[in-house]
């Protein structure tokens, strides 16, 4: 469903607030946007927005909702890149590129607006706006090293060091040794880079190893001075 542009003081306000437009005035962005070079879709939870091998023409602003990049490989496993919330922007580093085709597929993690803009209104704020330019390099950066950093923490570590990696992180956001699970073990298994069965087969290990416990819902560090070490040790 696109929207038109009869919502636009609605997005407006969302944009004023995003890292990339945060520059510029409500009013100087009502200007920017009456040259129709835009268009703004929603998306339902699961569907594709992006698919691998797309070429990319637009910069996107997420507006409401979630996104997801993911890799399939050949035997349809699935790898978790990264999350994307409201606020954030994708395409900006594929835009400009000479092979400017989506490397993963992209989808919607919930219900999803995202406004698509267009690579010529992208080019005149970066010719026009010193500012706007800045933050844009900027953004170009951050996601070059975000994808780096992921590609070469996937892989160097082991399913135990990643697993490992996850639960003192989530040791340390819920400040308990009873882990809850804000995913199933198979959105758990792509986010690390591994197959479901994998998954399962290491925490039956750890389990055995009487690092942890674990149920549908829930991982227990049961030893978290070992969990450290180990950590220490990667």
């Not at 023409?57 to 999350?83: A, F, H, P, R, Y």
């Amino acid at each position: 469903m696109v929207i038109t542009k009869g919502n636009t003081m609605d997005f407006i306000k969302l944009l004023a607030n995003t890292d990339l437009f945060k520059c510029f005035s409500e009013d100087e962005l009502t200007n920017i946007f009456n040259n129709g070079n835009y268009y703004i879709k929603t998306y339902n939870k699961d569907s594709v927005i992006y698919f691998q091998n797309e070429i990319c023409k637009s910069m996107d602003i997420i507006l409401i909702g979630n996104i997801v990049i993911q890799k399939i490989d050949s035997e349809g496993n699935v790898l978790t890149i990264n999350d994307f919330a409201g606020g954030d922007a994708i395409g900006e580093n594929l835009l400009f590129s000479t092979n400017n085709k989506y490397p993963m597929t992209i989808t919607a993690k919930s219900n999803a607006v995202i406004l698509h803009i267009k690579k010529e209104l992208i080019l005149k704020l970066c010719q026009t706006d010193y500012s706007f330019l800045k933050i844009f390099l900027e953004s170009l950066s951050n996601k070059a090293l975000m994808l780096t950093d992921k590609i070469t923490s996937l892989s160097m570590k082991t399913i135990r060091q990643s697993i490992i990696d996850f639960l003192l992180y989530e040791h340390h956001v819920q400040e308990s040794t009873k882990i809850k699970l804000n995913m199933t073990k198979k959105e758990l298994a792509e986010k690390i880079g591994a197959q479901r069965t994998s998954l399962s087969r290491e925490l039956t290990k750890m389990r055995n190893d009487g690092l942890i416990d674990f149920n549908s819902k829930f991982i227990y560090i049961k030893d978290t001075n070992m969990l450290n070490a180990l950590h220490k040790g990667n």
